[in-house]
């Protein structure tokens, strides 16, 4: 059976998007193959024409995520005005959808924890996405210190609301870490 031009290339984009949801969702550790390719779709025999290993699956898989996460950063409708470009990321990243919805969020908050404990390509792949993304905070706001304090902050927040079960509670760490990142940011302007 002959596929059509890019039909593989399309074909692993999808295992990798759908393989993120529940990763993000479920714990890549957690999720065997099967799991995987069932939820994609496919037998367990095609994750090998895409993948060698269910590592190189969680090195791709944290490639494309972190690569996600950073075109949603550039999309930001903000980017000649540095404030106007924060608020627009702390109201995004710091909502109760995103605390809600694992599967759809950042793969930071669901899945360093697993890249700690990964093979060091695994960690090298993560952290050179991860400095891009960096990167371009740091030129939105104007220090490499405040771009990893805000990134950090980020990230924690939404881990500790996902954490609580009362959503008076989730809401109160999102709104005072924004708080408390606004108050940082202006103070150190």
């Known amino acids: 059976m002959r596929y059509k031009s890019g039909y593989k290339a399309e074909k692993r984009q999808e295992l990798l998007d759908i393989s993120g949801q529940i990763a993000k969702k479920n714990g890549f550790s957690a999720t065997g193959v099967d799991s995987f390719m069932k939820a994609a779709g496919v037998t367990s025999g095609a994750f090998y024409s895409h993948f060698s290993s269910k590592s ?70 993560y952290q050179a ?41 989730k809401l109160l760490i999102l709104e005072s870490s924004k708080q408390c990142i606004k108050a940082m940011l202006q103070k150190a302007s």
């Not at 930001?76 to 809600?100: C, G, K, T």
């Not at 908050?109 to 090298?124: C, F, G, N, Y």
Request: some cysteine.
């Open 129 to 169: 996405e991860l400095l891009r993304g960096q990167h371009l905070f740091m030129k939105h706001l104007g220090s490499e210190e405040k771009a990893w304090a805000v990134m950090c902050q980020l990230v924690g927040a939404i881990l500790m609301a996902r954490s609580m079960t009362d959503e008076s509670i």
């Open 56 to 125: 190189d699956l969680f090195k791709a898989l944290i490639e494309n995520e972190l690569q996600h996460s950073l075109q949603m950063w550039q999309d930001n409708p903000h980017q000649e005005d540095a404030e106007a470009w924060m608020d627009f990321e702390l109201n995004r990243y710091l909502s109760i959808s995103h605390v809600d919805r694992p599967d759809h969020g950042c793969v930071l908050p669901t899945l360093a924890s697993e890249v700690a404990r990964s093979e060091i390509d695994i960690k090298q792949v």
